[in-house]
Nanobody, 126 residues
Framework: QVQLVESGGGLVQAGGSLTLSCAAS????????MGWFRQARGKELEFVAA????????NYADSVKGRFTISRDNAKNTVYLQMNSLKPEDTAVYYC???????????????????WGQGTQVTVSS
C-alpha cells in the first residue's frame, strides 16, 4: 500500500519555526518530484513548495519564499519542509504529494500530483 505520512505539525507562536516531514512507503519516490501544499479553513488548496528528484531544483510560492525550505533525503524516502518566521496566515493543513510523472522539474498544479498524504495541522498564533 502506497502511503505518504506527514508529521511535525503543531501550534507555534508567530516568528517561530517548525519542520514538517513526509515519509513515504509502499514504493520508492526517489525518482519523483515532490511537493507541499496547504489548505486553510474555508480556502482552496494552495501550492507551497516543490523539489525535483535530485533536490537540485526547488520551487516556492511567493508567500513563503525566503522563509520556507524544502529538502529531501532519498535514502530515507522522506521529504521535509523547514518553516521559519511563521506568520498567522501560514495556519493551514499541510499536505505532501508526489508527482510520479516528472522527476527533473517541478509543477505547481495540485492536479498533477498523484499520491497524497493525509495532512498535518500547522497553527500559528499571533
Amino acid at each position: 500500500q502506497v502511503q505518504l505520512v506527514e508529521s511535525g505539525g503543531g501550534l507555534v507562536q508567530a516568528g517561530g519555526s517548525l519542520t514538517l516531514s513526509c515519509a513515504a512507503s509502499g514504493r520508492t519516490f526517489s525518482s519523483d518530484a515532490m511537493g507541499w501544499f496547504r489548505q486553510a479553513r474555508g480556502k482552496e488548496l494552495e501550492f507551497v513548495a516543490a523539489i525535483d528528484w535530485s533536490g537540485g531544483l526547488r520551487n516556492y510560492a511567493d508567500s513563503v519564499k525566503g522563509r520556507f525550505t524544502i529538502s529531501r533525503d532519498n535514502a530515507k524516502n522522506t521529504v521535509y519542509l523547514q518553516m521559519n518566521s511563521l506568520k498567522p496566515e501560514d495556519t493551514a493543513v499541510y499536505y505532501c504529494a508526489a508527482d510520479s510523472k516528472v522527476n527533473y522539474y517541478t509543477r505547481r498544479n495540485s492536479e498533477d500530483y498523484d499520491y497524497w498524504g493525509q495532512g498535518t495541522q500547522v497553527t500559528v498564533s499571533s
